[in-house]
């Protein structure tokens, strides 16, 4: 998912990176991947072949056999002689360079960050520890340095940077991304990668922020993971490999199309845009209705999110039906189908939105203007001066659990 730039994520952003720079200083509490690549390094001389510890899976997605690679499969030594030549170049410290990077370090592999000298990525990366001149580079001089040039600048920078980063991909070193954009969208962003380089992609799914805190836990995000172009031969295997660098737990293999059709898709669906647009259109039924804002807020996103999602997320959808009354139940399996067919074919015209690259279109128009952070900021406002939003807060300040924003 791309990411959100509003209040909250800046917020967050700013809990995270004071976390981020105590890691960087304290040792990690909880048993973790990062704890583990410390005694790895201090044992690595004495690591002399690796094996694998488990084989890759080979899992039945509801009649559909896919592969799936683990993290158990790179135990650290293995990693860190994997990539004991190479050093990581990592473009970008937005959402992903912040969590991809760190975690690569922690995992005793070779990075570097390369941002804009000054800006306020090179502020960030400073306060995460990132060292300038030793780990810490203007764009064009990290690139140089790197072998694996890791292209996590947000994706209208990816274009708009491309005519000087181009040339700097040189024979032998290896491209990768984070998302199929770029490089799908080619008559747009105009991102066409040298032919003489493997051309790579782990796309976490989920938020830089919970890459990181995922690995801090010691669990690994979910990933796709695809070959563009793989001169070497051993593209597939460098892409997993980097995947459980950047604190990859399982790594589902795609393509860059498909990872970008269904990214965009998904976003702009039922993860972000649908659920904004279902959840307004319920709360004004309710209010037009004469229900009061806490009644409509509390029957639309407090339950929701509070009680019914969660138990989505643990078991599934039959299971969180059954955790609910039989009043509810008879009448929510009426209708589900009559929601399901009247948004089918809104889902589908987004589907050919994003396929014939309408919204690549739109997002690189909006997200190359200067004034696109002050842009979506207002838009992003006008959302939290909604009613519904604006009621939630009040509610939210009854939880037991309540801290200001
Ligand atoms: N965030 C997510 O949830 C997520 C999830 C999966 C994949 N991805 C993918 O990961 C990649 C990175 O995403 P992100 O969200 O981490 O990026 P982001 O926060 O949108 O990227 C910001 C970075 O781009 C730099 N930048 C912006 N405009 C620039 C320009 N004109 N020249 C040079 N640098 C520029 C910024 O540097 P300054 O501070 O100097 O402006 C900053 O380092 C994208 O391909 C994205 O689609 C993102």
């Not at 279109?361 to 006008?382: C, H, I, P, Q």
């Amino acid at each position: 998912m791309a990411s959100i730039a509003s209040r909250s994520a800046q917020a967050l952003r700013a809990v995270s990176r004071s976390a981020a720079s105590k890691v960087a200083t304290k040792p990690v509490q909880a048993a973790s991947y990062s704890l583990l690549a410390r005694s790895a390094v201090a044992n690595s001389s004495r690591q002399p072949a690796f094996q694998t510890v488990r084989g890759i899976k080979t899992l039945d997605f509801a009649g559909t056999k896919e592969v799936v690679y683990e993290r158990s499969d790179w135990p650290l030594a293995k990693l860190q002689d994997y990539f004991k030549n190479d050093t990581l170049a990592l473009i970008g410290y937005g959402s992903q360079g912040h969590g991809q990077g760190l975690n690569a370090r922690d995992n005793g592999v070779n990075v570097i960050v390369g941002v804009r000298k000054d800006g306020e990525s090179w502020r960030q990366a400073i306060e995460d520890g990132w060292v300038p001149g030793e780990t810490l580079f203007p764009i064009e001089e990290a690139i140089n340095r790197g072998t694996i040039i890791m292209n996590l600048l947000s994706d209208a920078a990816q274009s708009q940077t491309w005519p000087t980063i181009a040339p700097l991909i040189t024979k032998g070193k290896t491209l990768y991304f984070s998302h199929g954009f770029s490089v799908v969208y080619k008559e747009d962003t105009h991102v066409i990668p040298p032919t003489d380089v493997d051309v790579i992609l782990v796309a976490p799914k989920g938020s830089g922020r919970t890459v990181r805190t995922l690995f801090k836990e010691g669990r690994g995000i979910n990933s796709s993971v695809a070959v563009f172009q793989d001169v070497t031969g051993k593209a597939k295997e460098k892409a997993i490999a980097i995947g459980v660098a950047v604190g990859s737990g399982y790594m589902y293999e795609t393509t860059f199309e498909k990872e970008v059709y269904s990214d965009l898709f998904g976003e702009r669906g039922v993860l972000m845009g649908a659920i904004q647009g279902l959840f307004l259109a319920q709360y004004k039924v309710l209010r037009a209705n004469g229900h009061t804002p806490s009644e409509a807020f509390n029957e639309t996103v407090e339950e929701a999110t509070q009680s019914l999602y969660p138990l989505i997320g643990q078991k599934g959808m039959d299971y969180m039906y059954n955790a609910c009354s039989t009043t509810a139940r008879r009448g929510a399996l009426d209708w589900a189908p009559i929601f399901e067919k009247a948004n089918a074919p809104v889902f589908e015209q987004l589907y050919q939105s994003v396929r014939n690259g309408t919204e690549t279109r739109k997002s690189l128009e909006f997200n190359g203007r200067s004034t696109y952070r002050v842009d979506l900021a207002k838009e992003l406002k006008e959302i939290d001066d909604q009613e519904i939003w604006r009621a939630g807060k009040v509610v939210r300040s009854l939880r037991p659990d309540y801290k200001a924003d």
